[in-house]
Each structure stands twice: as structure tokens, then as C-alpha cells.
């Protein structure tokens, strides 16, 4: 889940900023209708792949019940949106409804896990909170780097404008719930390095131990 959620927040995160240039560069003039909905397209592709992910952890602890609580939350949810859209004739209200729908169906997991002592929903929420700030970093600055130019410099200049909220990451990647579960699990440690002392705990790492504590205590 940690990675779905880091994948979800920061990796579509940064194709909503930096999704319409690529999206012009490939169509060419006269799309921009279409561009304009790349946000709101890239944020659904996020939600559902974060949804669909707690399913299969749902479906892997075989609860059921959850799984189809998920599924009527999102279709309800996603219809109601869609409704909306049809009455205000608006596509953007339309490619919303994807995305809403999938996340109140996350929600329904969230609380299905806190409930069975699985993981925590401060832990779940914070890990998400954390991923989506890193994301709108990403997206944000790939938006402004490529306002007003054309699609092939918004590009460029988008990711231009990126580097610096990689650096940051990188230089805060002990804050990144990501990062923290790799590095507690030993996976960025070669086989041979995995047998010496372990890193001191940062305050990301910490966060790892305590999303395992979340599922020992089940």
C-alpha cells in the first residue's frame, strides 16, 4: 500500500503537472480541451490504482464484506458524480466523478483496516498526506515551468522546474514514508550490507516501525 500510495500521490501527482505539455507535444495545436483534462484523468488513474490495490489486500485477508462495501461506495459515488456532470453539461465535472468515486471506496478500506487492527487511519492518512504534498510539489512546479509557452519548452521547462523539489526529496528522504519502508525492510541495501548494523532511525524509518506495529498488534 505504501508504494500504491506513493505511485498514486507522486507519481500521477507529477503527470497532472506535467501531462498536458507531453499530452500537446503529442497531439499537436488543437487539443486543448483535452489537455485541460489531463489533471483530473491522471488523478482518477491514481485513485483507481489505489483502490484496486486495497482490494487485493482485502481480497487477500478474504474480507469480503469490505470488498463489496468498496466496490457500491465507488459505483454510487462515481454515479452521483456523473449525474451531476450530465446536469451541468460539464466534462470536467464528468472526469472528476472517476476520481471521487475511487477515493471515497479507499476510505471505506481505510476504515476497514482500522477496524481490524490492520493499519491504523492516522498512519494511512499521514502516509497519503505526505506522498500527496511531494506530488503537488511535483505537479505544481511543472505547471508553472510550463504556462504560456508551447507544448515541446513547456516540457522541457517543466522538467526544469522539477529538479528542484527532487533535491529536496532526496535531501528529506528519510521524512518519505516510501523511502522509510524500503530502507526498514533493507530493500535499497545490497545482500551483503543487509547482514551489517542498520542505519540509525530517522523519523521517517520510525514511521515504517510504526506501520508494522499497526500489523503486529492484529
Known amino acids: 500500500m505504501c508504494a500504491a500510495s506513493a505511485a498514486t500521490f507522486v507519481g500521477f501527482g507529477a503527470l497532472c ?33 489505489l483502490c484496486r490495490s ?3 489486500v482485502d481480497q487477500t485477508r478474504h474480507a469480503g464484506g469490505v470488498v ?21 453539461q460539464s466534462l ?32 494511512a492518512l499521514r502516509m497519503h498526506a505526505i506522498h500527496a504534498v511531494i506530488g503537488a510539489g511535483l505537479g505544481g512546479a511543472a505547471a508553472l515551468g510550463g504556462a504560456g509557452r508551447p507544448p515541446a519548452a513547456g516540457f522541457g521547462y517543466g522538467l526544469v522546474c522539477m529538479l528542484p523539489v527532487v533535491l ?7 521524512r518519505i514514508p516510501l523511502y522509510a519502508v524500503a530502507a526498514a525492510t533493507g530493500m535499497l541495501r545490497s545482500p551483503r550490507a543487509r547482514h551489517a548494523d542498520p542505519e540509525p532511525l ?7 516501525a510504526v506501520a508494522r506495529d499497526d500489523v503486529k498488534g492484529s
Not at 471505506?108 to 481490524?116: D, E, F, L, N, S
Open 168 to 174: 529536496l526529496c532526496a535531501l528529506l528522504r528519510r
Open 92 to 123: 470536467v465535472l464528468l472526469a472528476g466523478a472517476a476520481a471521487l468515486g475511487q477515493a471515497a471506496g479507499h476510505l471505506v478500506q481505510i476504515g476497514g483496516w482500522h477496524r481490524a487492527g490492520l493499519l491504523h487511519t492516522g498512519t
Open 17 to 49: 503537472g506535467l501531462g498536458p505539455a507531453a499530452l500537446g507535444l503529442l497531439l499537436g495545436p488543437g487539443w486543448t480541451l483535452a489537455t485541460a483534462l489531463v489533471p483530473l484523468t491522471a488523478a482518477g488513474a491514481g485513485m483507481a490504482l
Open 202 to 208: 530517522g523519523a521517517g524509518v520510525r514511521f515504517a
Open 68 to 88: 463489496l462495501t468498496t466496490q457500491l461506495t465507488a459505483l454510487s459515488t462515481t454515479f452521483a458524480g456523473i449525474a451531476v456532470a450530465v446536469a451541468e
Open 54 to 56: 486495497g482490494m487485493i
